[in-house]
């Protein structure tokens, strides 16, 4: 399909009210454009997100929601002024896909913050109008600039996760300075972002703590992801006896039982996900 060809069908699961219950959806894609990059989508992960647009819950869900921010493929096509992607190449996207990348927010790589509106991946508006759609989907045409490559001889299934879960993580501890090995981390709830604050976190050289208010995720923390060390939050006892301290905190749950300014009395630093 060229940038002057008609749209492409495309087949996908969407949510048709806010039961958030999908079920197949036939829909078109834009037309490629001179910029976009078309992927033909290998896998998709599971976000929050997708189950807070596809119920509803803001309130501003444009039906039928087709979600899914988490994707990973193939380059399929590619339009004619895109230069660093080809055809087969394995790529990723995000939680958007264009933004106006003129402002002042675009051009100092804040593009998420664009102020005419990033073109979010799914139940945004697309650059020709219409609601986009997300990557529960057969394929997706992003802006070349939001394309990601991913190693060839990485797993497309390991990777999906790390365009969302794992740059909520990554950019702040990147941001902050926390990836200078021999500083201690502190890691609050062991979910989808927690755990990989953990792998981030040993990878970076760092002292991992967790904390946790479930005992059966010690084994997994300690085990399988590699802390050094689990505390559980909800005993006092343990609390005290443990007399955590740390240069750096994430909490990847901000529904737990001690107070969040005494955290941040104890710590250089304290990031709330």
């Known amino acids: 399909m060229s940038c002057e ?14 039961s958030g219950v999908l079920s197949p959806y036939k ?22 997100a997708d189950v807070v647009w596809t119920r509803n819950k803001f309130g ?26 080809k055809v087969g190449d394995h790529v990723g996207v995000g939680t958007f896909v264009n933004s106006c990348r003129d402002c002042k927010l675009c051009n100092d790589r804040l593009e998420v913050h664009c102020e005419k509106g990033a073109v979010f991946t799914y139940n945004g508006v697309d650059v020709d109008g219409t609601i986009t759609k997300g990557g529960y989907s057969s394929f997706i045409l992003v802006h070349q600039r939001y394309c990601f490559r991913i190693p060839e001889n990485y797993p497309l299934g390991l990777a999906a996760p790390l365009v969302c879960a794992g740059i909520t993580v990554y950019t702040p501890m990147m941001h902050h300075k926390m990836n200078q090995p021999g500083k201690s981390l502190g890691v609050i709830g062991l979910g989808g972002l927690g755990h990989l604050a953990v792998k981030f976190g040993k990878a970076f050289g760092l002292n991992v703590t967790v904390l946790s208010t479930s005992i059966s995720k010690k084994q997994q923390a300690l085990s399988l992801l590699g802390a050094d060390d689990f505390v559980i939050s909800s005993d006092k006892q343990q609390m005290t006896v443990k007399k955590f301290s740390s ?7 901000l529904d737990h039982d001690f107070h969040w300014f005494h955290i941040q009395k104890q710590h250089d630093l304290a990031i709330g996900l």
């Open 60 to 85: 501003d869900s444009k039906y039928p929601v087709v979600p899914g921010h988490e994707i990973v493929g193939t380059v399929k096509e590619v339009g004619s002024n895109v230069d660093g992607f």
């Open 247 to 253: 240069q750096s905190l994430i909490s990847s749950n």
């Open 27 to 48: 829909f078109s894609r834009r037309v490629l454009g001179s910029d976009d990059v078309s992927i033909k989508i290998t896998h998709c992960g599971i976000c929050y």
């Open 5 to 18: 060809s008609a749209n492409e069908d495309c087949l996908g699961w969407a949510a048709r009210d806010s």
